[in-house]
């Protein structure tokens, strides 16, 4: 095995993409098992006034609150917005109120129309003095984001692959969700499914200290979407994800564990040339568990990559899909080994 060492250089039509520069901040402070309702005591949600019901989408009413920064300005000039189709970024480790502002763009009558692809960047105090370390138009900046927006007539399409992950249940249901919590699944005490799968999945007590565990929305078969649990409390019978928002009541998930400390292979199509088409791929990555690729038999010499861009992070990623006029709520991956990609064809 070889570690993954990347220099990635793309090139884009300066008639069909707009590069830009965010500085709209993001949440300041972690809170785990957020429910959309509970706040600081003593705040009120803007435009809140007495006497309102209980039935208020509280989380609406915060989306909307973050949403109310201005786009960067090198997305307002964009006369077309409703030509754009992607956004590919790189942020640091608070995007909230960038991806939220994002939702200025306008919606075709059924629908979105952009896929939103993001590189949380990596963490450089030690390597630059700074948290992270983003460039843009020959400026460095420690927060923020710096992205693209494309408009050509070649949309991509979206794909996610896990190679590092294995279930350890067969499919569930949300049943209850709020904020990051997942309240239940099957209707049952979701801490306690997860403790009991771990049990049956033969990883004895040592094991279970070196492996993360994930839920993983499943479609045709597949993790499409997949969320770091950060905790449980079988007492109370929830868990909380690292994301904004949990699967919505009637998603079919299964619970899966990260892989051990060691190398997250990935997978070969996603390091090789292709004839028909040109790729981005963003990867999550650890320092416990690299990503790595089996190297050419007998080849020690720099291998060039044509149409292939590779980025990982151990910060992870962030995706929001477009598919048929809906889109999915922009979720986080930082499972080792996973990855995001866009394929354009020629």
Known sequence: MQGLIVSSV???D??????????????????????????KSGT?????????????????????????YELPKELEGISRKDAVHSIISLTDNAPQGFLNALGAFPRATK???????????????????????????????????????????????ASTAFPGLRPITGDLTVTG???????????????????????????????????????????????????????G??????????????????????LFHGPAPGAVDVPKSYLEPQDDHKSMTFIASSMDCPVTAVPQPGSDEVQVIEGTFVASSENGFLLSRCEDGIAEPTWKCTAPGGLARLTWSD
Not at 234 to 253: H, K, M
Request: charged share 20%; glycine share 10%; with cysteine.
């Open 44 to 68: 009120q949600a803007p435009g809140a006034q007495d006497g309102l019901s209980d039935a208020i989408e509280w989380e609406d009413i915060w989306n909307r609150s973050a949403g109310q």
């Open 111 to 157: 629908g979105c129309r952009h896929d939103k692809l993001g590189l949380v960047a990596s963490s450089t105090p030690f390597v630059t003095g700074r948290p992270f370390t983003l460039f843009h138009n020959g400026s460095s900046y420690s927060s923020g984001a710096v992205g693209m927006a494309l408009s050509s007539t070649a949309r991509p399409s």
């Open 14 to 39: 300066a008639s069909s993409s707009r590069v830009f520069r965010s500085e709209i901040p993001g949440r300041s402070d972690a809170q785990v098992g957020r429910s959309p309702g509970a706040r």
């Open 177 to 231: 969700s709020e904020g990051n919590l997942i309240q239940e699944l099957n209707n049952k005490n979701p801490s306690q499914l997860l403790l009991d799968a771990i049990q049956k999945s033969g990883l004895d007590g040592n094991s279970v200290k070196d492996h993360d565990f994930y839920i993983g929305v499943m479609q045709d078969g597949t993790p499409a979407q997949v969320y770091h649990i950060m905790s």
């Open 233 to 254: 409390d079988p007492s109370r019978g929830t868990i909380a994800l690292d994301s904004e928002v949990a699967p919505a009541t009637g998603a079919i998930v299964q």
């Open 10 to 12: 793309a090139f884009f």
